[in-house]
T-cell receptor, first 112, second 116 residues
């Protein structure tokens, strides 16, 4: 069965800090790994990674995938209070059409 | 493009009743997936529909069912509600084409179901 484990489960930082969120996974026939941000509403899509070693970037957020070691990291630089949210990692594998397996999430709190 | 929409946004039902939730995907998206989110279990996959066919189903009892219409709109139904069915039900649409299993999913705002 597919499995996703995120760490840390929660993180408290101050504005301007850089954070690294971790996601390790087990999946049969990997297809993609996705990151989402969830505030008090539905998850918002951030990145989808399918190839090892290629960094995806969007502003202050970036992510990289290591398919050999079965993990991904999400980096957020110069954090802002608006970055406070739950960050979810999910994987898609095999012929599991439409199914994403999610981790438990990392709760990030950014203090002013 | 308009995002994924779900109705109703909030619902209160009593045990034993049934409920139907609706989801309209992003225009052009034919894949619709449903998830249940609870504090204890996180986000769990219910089922996925593509072109009116259920292609995948999660580990939920048969009380949970769904369908998809020719315009890609989808509904899910929960019969004989139990207290444990209280959750946020999220619908997500994807631009995945037939045979593809890796496209990103875009979530709707969810329906908050409370069972009393």
């Amino acid at each position: 069965e597919d499995k996703v484990v995120q760490s840390p489960l929660s993180l408290v930082v101050h504005e301007g800090d850089t954070v690294t969120l971790n996601c390790s996974y087990e999946v049969t026939n990997f297809r993609s790994l996705l990151w989402y941000k969830q505030e008090k509403k539905a998850p918002t899509f951030l990145f989808m990674l399918t190839s090892s070693g290629i960094e995806k970037k969007s502003g202050r957020l970036s992510s990289i995938l290591d398919k050999k070691e079965l993990f991904s990291i999400l980096n957020i630089t110069a954090t802002q209070t608006g970055d406070s949210a739950v960050y979810l990692c999910a994987i898609s594998g095999g012929t599991s059409y439409g199914k994403l397996t999610f981790g438990q999430g990392t709760i990030l709190t950014v203090h002013p | 493009k308009a995002g994924v929409t779900q109705t109703p946004r909030y619902l209160i039902k009593t045990r034993g009743q049934q409920v139907t939730l609706s989801c309209s995907p992003i225009s052009g998206h034919r894949s619709v997936s449903w998830y249940q989110q609870t504090p204890g279990q996180g986000l769990q996959f219910l089922f996925e529909y593509f072109s009116e066919t259920q292609r995948n189903k999660g580990n939920f009892p048969g009380r949970f069912s769904g369908r998809q219409f020719s315009n890609s709109r989808s509904e899910m139904n929960v019969s004989t509600l139990e207290l444990g069915d209280s959750a946020l039900y999220l619908c997500a649409s994807s631009p995945a084409r037939a045979g593809e299993a890796k496209h990103e999913q875009y979530f709707g705002p969810g329906t908050r179901l409370t069972v009393t």
